[in-house]
């Protein structure tokens, strides 16, 4: 053969030389078959669909969920926009919590409206009958996250879920506060459980990606469905750094959740504080429920301020040398933001007496991020 010919022959591995501890990245669009009967009996054909990083990452997350089947999406907002379109026609109508992450909201707002789906928004603190109890007879989907990204409200997952299933409705709970170990949605209840794989199980800040999860063989369908209309994929390298970070969730899920206790009881005892919004907190909204169903908490939490000024609050942010101002979570850096801006867009009216901000307490040492919250005080204070 001519050494054009050659080359591009040359270099191909039938079987792979070793087993690694993690499944190889495979990059590749084309899928060689092995005869031209496979071309159309269902075998994978298209590399878009994953290969040996996607597929370990989606079985590593099964087995995290407790799930029939897992979905892999680009990020966490692509996996419940996809949740959702999975189960929804035009017709049909939505419920969504009113503390609900605020791009799915316009997701929401905007898309789904403009295709025939009607969509209100329920108070993160109904239970089951209250909730249920907005629901109609068009009703196909119940979206609910515990705790509220902002807010901080823990819902009733699983007596929601009883109740919306006796009526043939559906639950999907966005579990990113969880990240699937703290917390197990399909056990309550839940049909669908999405993560933004972005902030714990990748954990670095360095990788989108979400995930969807179900254990009804129709809906597991539906999902996989869904990803292949719509041409999602989910790239080998970031598949590969997902599953690297799920092996280490559980340890990083655990300093997490002591740093932001130990911050989060200090904060408690400060005179600028009028609140914490943290649910592992003994007195805090929602803790019988998180003390019910969580195993433990992470490092996202909320604090309400004494009265002070716009200006105050951005002074106290700009003050902050360890904590990063960022809108983004799960990594191992602190990030602090203020959150009343984007409360606006609630249906019902919230008001904790005072500016609500949010901390992602990292990886560093609680004592060096006390010490930098308390001269940040000393700025709004003064």
């Not at 979905?71 to 996809?82: D, E, H, K, N, V």
Request: aromatic share 8%.
């Amino acid at each position: 053969m001519d050494e054009e010919t050659r080359l591009i022959r040359a270099g191909h591995i039938d079987r792979l030389p070793a087993q690694t501890v993690s499944p190889p990245v495979q990059r590749g669009s084309t899928v060689l078959l092995p005869n031209a009967k496979a071309l159309y009996d269902g075998t994978l054909g298209y590399g878009r669909a994953g290969l040996s990083a996607q597929f370990g990452l989606m079985d590593a997350l099964g087995e995290l969920e407790g799930a029939r089947g897992v979905q892999l999406f680009p990020s966490g907002l692509a996996a419940m926009t996809a949740a959702i379109m999975a189960v929804l026609k035009a017709g049909d109508h939505l419920l969504v919590v009113d503390s609900v992450y605020r791009p799915v909201r316009y997701f929401c707002d905007q898309v789904l409206r403009r295709f025939g789906v009607a969509v209100d928004y329920y108070d993160p603190r109904l239970d089951g009958a209250g909730v249920l109890a907005l629901a109609g007879p068009a009703t196909r989907l119940i979206v609910l996250e515990s705790p509220g990204s902002l807010t901080f409200e823990i819902q009733d997952v699983a007596a929601i879920a009883a109740s919306a299933r006796s009526k043939g409705v559906l639950t999907l709970v966005d579990n990113t506060w969880g990240a699937g170990l703290l917390f197990k949605p399909l056990a309550h209840g839940a049909d669908i459980s999405v993560q933004a794989l972005t902030k714990y199980v990748c954990g670095h800040s360095d990788v989108f990606m979400g995930s969807a999860a179900a254990s009804d063989p129709a809906l597991v369908a539906a999902l996989k469905a869904c990803v292949a209309d719509h041409g999602w994929s989910v790239a080998p390298e970031d598949a590969y750094q997902a599953l690297r970070g799920l092996r280490t969730l559980a340890t990083r899920l655990a300093r997490h959740g002591e740093s932001g206790l130990t911050v989060a009881r200090w904060l408690a005892e400060q005179p600028e504080v009028l609140t914490v919004l943290h649910p592992a907190l003994p007195g805090a909204p929602g803790h019988d429920l998180w003390a019910r169903d969580y195993s433990g908490a992470c490092g996202l939490f909320g604090f309400v301020l004494r009265p002070g000024t716009p200006e105050k609050v951005e002074a106290l942010l700009d003050a902050l040398t360890l904590f990063g101002l960022g809108f983004s979570w799960g990594g191992f850096e602190s990030l602090a933001i203020s959150c009343d801006p984007q409360l606006k867009k609630r249906i019902i009216p919230i008001d904790h007496g005072g500016p609500l901000m949010r901390l992602h307490v990292g990886l560093e040492s609680p004592d060096d991020l006390i010490a930098d919250l308390r001269q940040a005080l000393d700025v709004y204070g003064g």
